[in-house]
């Protein structure tokens, strides 16, 4: 198997503001785009040709991979005109594959971190002869996700979309986000309109008889949807949790990127990321967060869970917990924002402005 379509398309708009200016799977997680984790992980399960299913902000993918070769790859680009869903993206892309029609190729979507073994999936998808093969994974709370009986052997049985009742959590399996399909069977997608893998796609497949397998791999696995989620992602990957190859230093309990200042009685911990020319002050405390490139955390800050934009600039003395605040925006000294605040790019706070607020 060499072949893989990655799903990159999305507007990210539970992660705003920061996919404003970027596009979800470019958000910096531990350093690199997040994109880069998942392009390396499959080039070393030995994918060595992906194509990028792209729509929103699409120009920004290319000029940053390019063809892929520094990466071992073969990258090609598609854009959508018009938001297609998962499988219309999927055919949207059919016709720059190389597979025959027997081939498996991989698909994922853009927005998971997972430690899932691609080879075991794609093994279980050629020993099993399936015509799709999910990976799926299990959940204490299944009711926000699309729940995937098996039977004993594997096969699925049926997709349950968001069950609430009691009477309807029949598994604590979900649909964790990575397929293998058989060649022949993306064609048979219909082309041209928006199409839904998990509403159309495999009810559809599996109401007419084929075969989809499921295989469970309850290793690491995150949905990156909410910036809460993409704060622990990208924490996780600097500590070691998340295993990804593409982590640009050791991991441990903080990552510190070239040309970044840290004064020496700064703290940072619990897997904290310092981008490119970010600079960090005196006896700031900053903890399990992510400061993209250019931002300044002025004297005395702490700053916990929380996601600070390119160029922004955090006030001293200010706390931070559980925030998110976009590219460019100011917050004056001695502010404290918790509880999934979120301050909008280029927006300034004023000093001692707000004390503590929360996203209702």
Same mark, same amino acid.
């Given at each position: 198997?060499?072949?893989?379509?990655?799903?990159?398309?999305?507007?990210?708009?539970?992660?705003?503001?920061?996919?404003?200016?970027?596009?979800?799977?470019?958000?910096?997680?531990?350093?690199?785009?997040?994109?880069?984790?998942?392009?390396?992980?499959?080039?070393?399960?030995?994918?060595?040709?992906?194509?990028?299913?792209?729509?929103?902000?699409?120009?920004?993918?290319?000029?940053?991979?390019?063809?892929?070769?520094?990466?071992?790859?073969?990258?090609?680009?598609?854009?959508?005109?018009?938001?297609?869903?998962?499988?219309?993206?999927?055919?949207?892309?059919?016709?720059?594959?190389?597979?025959?029609?027997?081939?498996?190729?991989?698909?994922?979507?853009?927005?998971?971190?997972?430690?899932?073994?691609?080879?075991?999936?794609?093994?279980?998808?050629?020993?099993?002869?399936?015509?799709?093969?999910?990976?799926?994974?299990?959940?204490?709370?299944?009711?926000?996700?699309?729940?995937?009986?098996?039977?004993?052997?594997?096969?699925?049985?049926?997709?349950?979309?968001?069950?609430?009742?009691?009477?309807?959590?029949?598994?604590?399996?979900?649909?964790?986000?990575?397929?293998?399909?058989?060649?022949?069977?993306?064609?048979?997608?219909?082309?041209?309109?928006?199409?839904?893998?998990?509403?159309?796609?495999?009810?559809?497949?599996?109401?007419?008889?084929?075969?989809?397998?499921?295989?469970?791999?309850?290793?690491?696995?995150?949905?990156?949807?909410?910036?809460?989620?993409?704060?622990?992602?990208?924490?996780?990957?600097?500590?070691?949790?998340?295993?990804?190859?593409?982590?640009?230093?050791?991991?441990?309990?903080?990552?510190?990127?070239?040309?970044?200042?840290?004064?020496?009685?700064?703290?940072?911990?619990?897997?904290?990321?310092?981008?490119?020319?970010?600079? %960090? !002050?005196?006896? #700031? *405390?900053?903890?399990?967060? @992510?400061? +993209?490139? =250019?931002?300044?955390?002025?004297? &005395?800050? $702490? /700053?916990?869970?929380?996601? %600070? !934009?390119?160029? #922004? *600039?955090?006030?001293?003395? @200010?706390? +931070?917990? =559980?925030?998110?605040?976009?590219? &460019?925006? $100011? /917050?004056?000294?001695?502010?404290?924002?918790?509880?999934?605040?979120?301050?909008?790019?280029?927006?300034?706070?004023?000093?001692?402005?707000?004390?503590?607020?929360?996203?209702?």
């Amino acid at each position: 198997m060499t072949e893989a379509i990655l799903l990159v398309g999305g507007k990210g708009t539970r992660l705003r503001p920061l996919t404003v200016n970027t596009p979800k799977p470019m958000v910096p997680a531990a350093g690199v785009p997040f994109l880069t984790h998942q392009l390396a992980r499959a080039r070393a399960a030995g994918v060595d040709h992906i194509v990028l299913a792209t729509s929103y902000l699409a120009e920004v993918f290319e000029p940053y991979f390019g063809d892929g070769s520094a990466l071992g790859l073969s990258i090609e680009y598609v854009t959508e005109e018009e938001p297609l869903g998962t499988g219309g993206a999927i055919r949207n892309v059919a016709s720059r594959l190389h597979s025959a029609p027997e081939d498996p190729v991989l698909i994922f979507n853009g927005d998971i971190l997972t430690g899932l073994d691609i080879g075991a999936l794609v093994a279980t998808h050629e020993t099993s002869g399936a015509d799709v093969s999910l990976h799926l994974t299990r959940v204490e709370d299944p009711r926000a996700f699309g729940l995937v009986p098996t039977d004993a052997t594997g096969r699925v049985t049926a997709f349950l979309e968001k069950p609430q009742t009691p009477e309807e959590i029949v598994t604590d399996q979900i649909n964790a986000g990575a397929y293998v399909f058989r060649r022949s069977v993306i064609d048979t997608i219909p082309a041209g309109r928006p199409v839904s893998v998990e509403r159309e796609t495999f009810p559809d497949l599996l109401a007419s008889g084929a075969h989809l397998q499921g295989m469970v791999d309850s290793t690491y696995w995150l949905d990156l949807g909410t910036p809460q989620a993409f704060v622990r992602g990208s924490a996780d990957l600097v500590l070691g949790r998340a295993p990804s190859p593409a982590v640009p230093g050791r991991c441990g309990d903080r990552l510190v990127l070239d040309t970044a200042t840290v004064a020496p009685d700064a703290k940072l911990t619990g897997g904290t990321v310092v981008g490119h020319g970010a600079v %960090i !002050g005196a006896g #700031a *405390r900053v903890n399990g967060s @992510t400061v +993209l490139d =250019g931002a300044v955390v002025e004297p &005395g800050a $702490v /700053i916990t869970d929380s996601l %600070i !934009g390119t160029h #922004a *600039r955090i006030g001293a003395r @200010t706390i +931070l917990t =559980g925030a998110v605040i976009g590219d &460019g925006a $100011v /917050i004056g000294p001695d502010n404290e924002l918790r509880d999934g605040v979120r301050v909008w790019c280029d927006a300034k706070l004023p000093a001692a402005s707000v004390r503590f607020s929360s996203d209702q």
